[in-house]
């Protein structure tokens, strides 16, 4: 070295003596403009006066650039040489980027990014709570008034980056920033950035709602606790990626992109290297624990209930995996989490597939204790009819997720159940032109039929038995009618069969009254009242009851069989007939033939 670029190596070490930070006080120095400092003075203060800083900046570069390297490192400037000048130089401007990001960071406005969690939804969709968690009867309307119609999930707005230190103080922390770097004290740089702004970036989660739950914290919640959880998370992970991880990792390209970071963790160093060291290491923990709540549910316990939320959270996370992607996957120390989340998604998908099937299954198996009294509408097709309307209004998601039509292994255990009626032959469509989602929904209304003939077989009265599958089969058929998306799904083919399962109850019970009526009307014919106003009081006693109620019932159905073949085989009374008929009661003789009107119009 000669004498003219000794002399400037010892101007310059003389510069950054004076700011020693490990000195116990300001360290004295002569010569050399400019005033000292110590540890509680800091060049980069934010204050108007910058001369000092550059004079200390040009300093570190001459010794940089006069001071021998390393041995071990050709990264790396000696520390011995030039007095420890270097190692003085690198400790004082660890510190300055500590306090330069401590004191000058932007306060994160929480209410900015809560405005990217907005869901563009034609409005907010039903949860599973609408439709209860267990099968009693639910109000039809408070169900279909709070189920939205939904085109598509996903979000117009993106990510939003957000300024997270004013552009001077991002200005000195990149002219620090590369100094290190080029000094080869790069790891210890991104160890302070990483050390100031993941407490940043983790209070500004937990601002947003993000709690630290465990995968075992998150499966034991109640499901009630456990669904506005998830409601809240979808709401945090928008604002959480589009903006917290977002912005952070603009502030990381502002830093380091032009720097030559090394990055032992990736095998060979590419452009991207230089920001994804200190962003990965900055937000992977918070990055994990966002994730890991979903990641619980995903692998968690299954149940009807959990459907529609673990829907919105599949999603939600589709919605943001072209974010996450553009975030993350630009680089190989970023790229686990995109894959991470792609797993998660996966298997939240999975989770959706097996829930419905186990909901089929639970149709199936829902066991026959007692009738309903009066024949009236069972709880379990109230249920089953309003979930699989609400299923319908997932029709986006959930013709992209069912891909496969019921197994075989289903027939198989519903044939097996010897309690029930045999299984009627499920003929659907052509397969090529059928969703498969639509092929599931046939299937659970079939297999809602097939129990619902079980649960018929429980009364005593035959009649009662063709009122209770008339009245069940009449609510399945109104339910798919009332919703366009699900007779969309389920089609008109499948739809006339089910109206034709109701004419055959129809028929049934029209035979079972002509049956009682003519043995009634055989009976009662031969029983005598010889008091001729007794027996016309009973007569308009018995006429009074059964002329209205037949009246009413055959205005309300007849039509149905009239359509249909050889009408005269259940429709052999008009009410005439029957009024006729009862002045034959109380005779004491069975009457003449002819007087057993029938009418075939």
């Known amino acids: 070295m000669d004498r003219s670029a000794a002399a400037e190596l010892e101007r310059a070490e003389r510069v950054v003596r004076r700011w020693n930070s490990t000195a116990s006080a300001p360290a004295g120095g002569g010569g050399g403009g ?43 400037t000696s520390s011995t040489g030039g007095s420890g000048a270097v190692q003085v130089a690198m400790a004082r401007l660890e510190d300055e980027f500590r306090h330069v990001l401590a004191s000058r960071a932007v306060d994160l406005e929480i ?41 598509s999930y996903r979000s117009m707005r993106s990510i939003r980056e957000i300024d997270l230190l004013p552009p001077e103080a ?13 000094a080869g004290y790069d790891r210890e740089c991104v160890q302070v950035y990483a050390s100031v702004r993941k407490p940043a970036v983790d209070s500004a989660l937990r ?24 409601r809240r998370w979808i709401r945090a992970a928008r604002a959480a990626i589009r903006g917290v991880f977002a912005s952070e990792r603009r502030l990381c390209f502002l830093i380091f992109h032009d720097l030559p970071l090394s990055n032992p963790t990736i095998a060979t160093p590419a452009p991207t290297t230089t920001l994804a060291a200190p962003f990965v290491e900055t937000v992977r923990g918070a990055a994990l624990q966002l994730f890991g709540f979903a990641e619980a549910i995903s692998i968690g316990r299954r149940s009807p209930e959990k459907l529609f939320k673990i829907i919105d959270l599949h999603d939600a996370l589709a919605d943001l995996l072209p974010d996450v992607s553009d975030i993350f996957a630009a680089s190989k120390a970023g790229e686990s989490i995109y894959v991470q989340t792609t797993e998660i998604r996966a298997r939240l998908a999975d989770a959706v597939r097996g829930i419905l099937s186990e909901f089929e299954n639970a149709v199936l198996c829902d ?31 959930l013709s992209e997720l069912i891909v496969s039509r019921p197994s075989a292994s289903s027939r198989v255990r519903a044939e097996g159940n010897e309690l029930r009626p045999p299984f009627p032959d499920l003929d659907l469509p052509d397969p090529d032109s059928q969703l498969p989602l639509s092929a599931h929904l ?53 739809l006339k069969r089910l109206t ?30 010889p008091d001729t106003q007794l027996k ?66």
């Open 442 to 494: 046939i299937w659970t209304i079939v297999v809602l039929e097939h129990n619902l003939e079980g649960k018929a077989s429980l009364y005593k009265d035959p009649a009662l038995s063709h009122l209770f599958l008339m009245n069940n089969v009449h609510y399945i058929v109104h339910k798919v009618k009332d919703s366009p998306e699900l007779r969309g799904l389920i089609g008109d083919v499948y």
């Open 207 to 230: 601002r947003l709602g993000v709690e630290k739950l465990t995968i075992g914290d998150v499966q034991r919640l109640e499901w009630d606790a456990l669904e506005v959880k998830i």
């Open 34 to 76: 400019g005033g000292g400092g110590g540890e509680d003075q800091m060049l980069f203060d934010g204050g108007g006066d910058r001369a000092e800083a550059e004079r200390f900046l040009q300093a570190v570069d001459d010794l940089r650039r006069l001071a021998p390297p390393s041995p071990g490192s050709p990264r790396r």
């Open 367 to 397: 066991p026959s204790k007692t009738p309903v009294p009066g024949g009236t509408i069972h709880p379990l097709t109230r249920y089953v009819m309003n979930y699989i309307v609400l299923i319908s209004d997932y029709k986006t998601t």
């Open 170 to 182: 991002v200005t000195d922390l990149n002219a620090i920033a590369s100094r290190m770097a080029a």
């Open 500 to 529: 034709g399962i109701s004419k055959s109850a129809l028929r049934e019970r029209f035979k079972s009254f002509n049956a009682a009526f003519e043995e009634a009307h055989r009976v009662q014919s031969g029983w005598y009242v």
């Open 111 to 151: 209410e900015v990014l809560a405005d990217l969690s907005s869901l563009s939804m034609c409005s907010d969709r039903s949860s599973f709570s609408d439709v209860g968690d267990a099968p009693p009867p639910v109000d039809d309307d408070s169900v279909e008034s709070s189920v939205g119609r939904r085109s």
């Open 536 to 601: 016309e009081e009973l007569r308009i006693s018995i006429a009074e009851k059964l002329l209205p109620a037949y009246r009413s019932f055959l205005g309300r159905f007849r039509h149905h069989i009239e359509n249909g073949r050889h009408p005269e085989l259940y429709i052999k009374y008009t009410v005439e007939d029957l009024e006729i008929s009862v002045t034959d009661f109380f005779e004491g003789s069975p009457p003449p033939p002819h007087n057993r009107r029938r009418s075939h119009g």
